[in-house]
């Protein structure tokens, strides 16, 4: 966690209005605190990596330095601080390069504001957050993101059961969270997800959650 056990956040966006206006809004909460905010890429790098927040939300459209590359270098200079993209409505090539960016978390604007709340406290605690509407573009528009035969041959050797294990763990819910949407125990599903990882050679749920929205996993 980051200031006196709260989440700190690093505000990236290039509308200073929206940018004030998220500082309001995401002060408000008591377990999380904004130690930044800034108006281009260039600069959320170079904040990010004094500060060293939990989670830099950033605005896919910003001058200099664009979102995707300020991503990948935050997670090699700054990888313990992780990147939610907040998005109007979603292109396919964005959603692309996001997933190649290895990032955490997609938002679009529409989205309330107790939804972003919700993707950086589910991105700080280690899971992953995209918008639903993110998901659905990627069922209906597959050509986005081709997956690769290899991927897709590792993916076949998963269960039907296996499979809605990765669902829920995209949908960014907790293994707790998975057990009772399921009805199934807590042990099962750490099971089923331990199979899952090793079938794919995949170790932690972020890369998971990533390979199963790229290789259109995701959706029922």
């Known amino acids: 966690m980051g200031t006196h056990g709260r989440t700190s956040i690093l505000l990236a966006e290039t509308h200073s209005l929206l ?43 910003m001058p200099g330095l664009c979102c995707f590359d300020a991503a990948r270098l935050l997670d090699v200079r700054s990888p313990e601080s992780r990147v939610v993209l907040l998005s109007g409505p979603p292109h396919d090539r964005h959603i692309d390069q996001a997933l190649a960016a290895r990032v955490c978390g997609y938002v679009v604007t529409t989205e309330s504001d107790h939804t972003v709340i919700e993707a950086i406290r589910r991105v700080a605690g280690g899971q992953t957050y995209f918008s639903r509407i993110v ?28 499979l809605e ?15 009772r949407a399921m009805k199934i125990s807590e042990h099962t599903v750490h099971r089923h997800t331990t199979n899952v990882m090793r079938k794919l050679d995949i170790h932690d749920r972020v890369s998971l959650a990533r390979f199963a929205i790229r290789e259109q996993l995701a959706r029922p």
């Open 19 to 61: 940018r004030e206006c998220l500082r309001h809004r995401l002060n408000a909460e008591p377990d999380l605190v904004v130690v930044g905010a800034v108006g281009n890429g260039d600069e959320a790098v170079e904040q990010a990596i004094r500060v060293r927040p939990n989670v830099v939300l950033m605005g896919v459209e």
């Open 165 to 179: 294990v990765i669902r829920h763990i995209t949908r960014g819910l907790s293994q707790k969270e998975t057990a």
């Open 135 to 162: 998901q659905e573009r990627l069922a209906l528009y597959p050509d986005a993101v081709r997956p690769g035969t290899e991927n897709a041959s590792r993916a076949s050797r998963l269960t039907p059961r296996e």
